[in-house]
């Protein structure tokens, strides 16, 4: 295969508010119990007394004999309670939230195999948000396998 090297552009944008809403976590959690017996869930219904939370799942197979492991599961879904906060970010925050943002996208657009020439980002700044654009210059192999007839 022959290869074909060539330079190539990439450009990406993100846009950051100032005001901001963060969760922190207030302690308080609530759990649920499921059994699960050959793929039909046996559950009690409780309404979760939290508006906001974060959920997660641990399931236990209840049942083994050595290496056998009968079909039957104890799911315990836990919920813990977040608390929202406003926060105002100041401009250089907002700044570097972008550019950690716009570095990690353009990351999943690039090949690994490309060599970054060179990168620029420019920030456009109003009263309620920033806004960061990208561009990446990469040298990347563009060849591909085709059959010729």
């Not at 939370?53 to 977040?82: A, D, Q, W």
Request: proline residues 3%.
């Amino acid at each position: 295969m022959a290869e074909i090297h060539a330079r190539t552009w990439y450009e990406e944008a993100e846009e950051i508010p100032f005001e901001q809403i963060e969760y922190k976590k207030t302690g308080k959690a609530f759990n649920t119990y499921a059994i699960e017996i050959i793929k039909k869930k046996y559950e009690r219904n409780k309404k979760i007394p939290f508006e906001e939370y974060n959920k997660s799942h641990r399931e236990m197979h209840l049942l083994n004999f050595g290496s056998y492991v009968f079909p039957i599961k104890l799911i315990i879904t836990r919920y813990e309670e977040l608390k929202p906060l406003d926060i105002r970010l100041n401009e250089d925050v907002a700044k570097a939230r972008c550019e950690e943002r716009l570095n990690a996208r353009i990351k999943m657009q690039i090949p690994e195999d490309a060599v970054i020439l060179g990168s620029k980002i420019e920030y456009f700044v109003n009263e309620k948000s920033v806004m960061g654009k990208i561009y990446v210059e990469a040298l990347e192999n563009i060849g591909t396998k085709a059959k010729i007839n």
